[in-house]
């Protein structure tokens, strides 16, 4: 369904089946230490407006799939549309998505520019974040066991996204590497990072 407002803690987990969906024009503010929980392989969340999502190094945002024993691929993935404005994820843990058969990444970003700092994507089927002709800041972020299950990279991105890409840390992903797929068709910069290390 279309959600607009405020996810607090006191509501937390909030379990998710189906689709969710922020609309244009919608902002989506979710608290410090709310756990989001996906109920299956074809349940995600669709950021057509904005997702604020800011978390504390005490009190991360976890978004993540409802299982006990979590593994990758058990739902989708967070999807930032074109046409979005202002997301940020801050402090937040990804974790356990890219269902197979629906999408290979944990985070899509499609042609907007959203915020990633201090945050955690782990254990994706597939890619961490997939970019396409998207221009993201992700800074600060840990990229940790993604792709175990098929060839998956930190950041996939075509070759037309500038995005930023500092102070990022890579290791136990299938490639501990930056992905480039496509042809150019804008001149731009690609931005040095750390993650193209094995730590």
């Known amino acids: 369904g279309n959600q607009t407002g405020l996810w607090v ?9 189906g689709d969710v969906f922020v609309p244009a024009g919608q902002v989506l503010t ?4 709310v756990v989001v929980e996906f109920a299956g392989v074809a349940d995600g969340l669709y950021v057509d407006g904005t997702l604020v999502a800011r978390g504390t190094a ?5 978004f993540t799939s409802d299982k006990v024993a979590k593994a990758p691929g058990q739902w989708k993935a967070l999807y930032f549309r074109v046409g979005g404005t202002n997301s940020v994820l801050e402090q937040c843990v990804v974790e356990y998505g890219a269902a197979e058969g629906w999408v ?15 945050c955690v994507v782990r254990g994706s089927r597939a890619n961490g974040i997939s970019l396409f002709g ?6 600060n972020c840990q990229f940790t ?11 996939l991105m075509s070759a ?3 995005a930023t890409l500092r102070g990022n840390t890579a290791s136990g992903n299938t490639n501990n590497a930056i992905g480039v797929l496509g042809n150019f068709t804008r001149t731009g910069v690609w931005t040095k990072d750390g993650m193209c290390r094995t730590l």
């Open 134 to 139: 998207a221009d993201a800041r992700i800074l």
């Open 58 to 62: 005490a009190a991360p945002i976890t």
């Open 104 to 118: 290979n990444e944990l985070i899509s970003v499609d042609r907007v520019a959203p915020l990633l700092t201090n």
């Open 145 to 155: 066991g993604n792709g175990l299950v098929g060839d998956g990279y930190p950041v």
């Open 9 to 17: 803690l006191t509501g937390s987990p909030y379990r998710v089946s």
């Open 160 to 162: 037309d996204s500038l």
């Open 30 to 33: 979710v608290d410090p230490g």
